[in-house]
């Protein structure tokens, strides 16, 4: 499955049919979330009782469509009703997996979305919709593959675009040649082992100051207020740029690194952990280290790139990956260090990838850590005295 996104121009009329398609789909989600929640707290020491599930609330909708006062909800779409359920079920379902926390209510600011399976069209340059009709769409893309489902969405900034899911046919991946460890970072944001830098674009630094004028501006405004709406309007365009800005860099980076290398290690990093310092958490966030790491998972996954992670408690900046020795006392302000067994003069980051390409390939193989070249395929013999040195970090 592959989903594009383009943006899409509704007029008035369609723009307030959007709007009520988004409170009845909002409305739902929030409506039935409060069900559930009472229904378990009635029935929590029912055995015999273990929940509503999704076939139990699409009963109830139906049966809430007929209720006095709530007519309203057939206006609108009523597969986008039932895919808002589908939506509710899918949070439970992660929760109870530990995949993510407890569904919340949805708020009618910020964004917005429903969704569409069946009965719309594409053609040309105008998107076809139930019960709205066509909607002007600029398709700068060419759509592949079968399109099975549309998502709306309204950003914060009052933009819109569509989102086609579409079953696409892939061709055979080709073998490519070499094997790649990347090390992530704040000062660079990313050094490979074959010592290639990427420098950190950091783009929230670059548009902070513009920020703080506009947030300054939205705060002396009254609330409620006409012109509180066109100041919030400028904040969330300006944050859009951000995200767009960081996005378009980690796509095009994910790509390069994907189409040149068969093999792409790197560390499993504690992001949510790593954010707990309250000194570095905004530098970490808009480094989107786990929004590349998804990238290069399914991106490599079309291409035949295999994207490997290692542990991340080994030891990658402090072990020297010449001959293996353990650095136990390395600083974090220390970028470059000297071997004191075999005399190499390391830096800190090239050195921390070359290490994450000889653990990776290690893993990946089944061998034992040692010497090795970057961009080989396979692992090098170490020596007992190196494999004694790897297992005492």
């Not at 530990?98 to 998107?127: C, M, T, W, Y």
């Not at 010592?195 to 950091?202: D, K, L």
Request: glycine share 6%; net charge positive; aromatic share 10%.
């Amino acid at each position: 499955m592959k989903t594009y996104k383009f943006r899409i121009y509704p007029n008035a009329v369609q723009r307030e049919w959007f709007a009520r398609q988004f409170g009845a789909c909002r409305f739902v989600y929030n409506h039935f979330l409060r069900a559930r929640i009472d229904y378990y707290a009635a029935h929590k020491d029912d055995p015999t009782k273990k929940g509503l599930t999704y076939h139990d609330t699409a009963l109830a909708l139906t049966q809430l469509k007929k209720a006095e006062g709530y007519e309203w909800l057939k206006e609108t779409n009523s597969q986008a009703l039932q895919h808002a359920l589908r939506d509710l079920d899918t949070a439970y379902n992660n929760f109870f997996n530990k995949r993510a926390q407890f569904p919340r209510f949805k708020s009618k600011r910020g964004e917005q979305a429903f969704h569409i399976p069946q009965f719309f069209k594409v053609d040309g340059n105008h998107l076809t919709l139930p019960k709205i009709g066509t909607v002007k769409m600029v398709v700068h893309r060419p759509i592949d593959g079968e399109i099975r489902n549309v998502t709306i969405r309204k950003t914060a900034s009052g933009r819109y675009f569509a989102m086609l899911a579409c079953r696409v046919e892939l061709p055979e991946p080709q073998p490519k040649q070499g094997e790649v460890g990347i090390d992530v970072g704040l000062k660079s944001f990313l050094v490979t082992s074959k010592g290639e830098v990427v420098e950190h674009p950091r783009h929230l630094l670059k548009a902070e100051k513009r920020l703080k004028r506009l947030q300054r501006s939205l705060s002396r405004r009254k609330k409620g207020s006409n012109n509180r709406e066109k100041a919030r309007l400028r904040v969330a365009r300006q944050h859009e740029k951000v995200a767009n800005a960081r996005q378009d860099f980690l796509h095009k980076l994910s790509r390069r690194l994907v189409d040149e290398n068969q093999v792409i290690y790197a560390e499993d990093l504690n992001v949510k952990g790593m954010l707990a310092n309250h000194h570095l958490a905004k530098r970490i966030a808009d480094s989107g280290w786990d929004e590349l790491f998804r990238q290069l998972t399914y991106k490599g996954a079309w291409y035949g790139t295999d994207f490997h992670q290692i542990h991340r408690f080994f030891p990658s900046s402090k072990r020297c990956h010449v001959c293996g020795f353990i650095y136990q006392n390395l600083r974090l302000s220390e970028r470059e260090w000297v071997c004191s067994e075999c005399g190499a003069t390391h830096d800190r980051d090239k050195n921390a990838a070359i290490n994450i390409e000889i653990f990776g390939c290690a893993e990946r193989t089944g061998g034992t850590p040692g010497t090795h070249t970057p961009g080989e395929s396979g692992v090098a013999r170490s020596s007992n005295q190196e494999a004694t040195r790897f297992s005492g970090w």
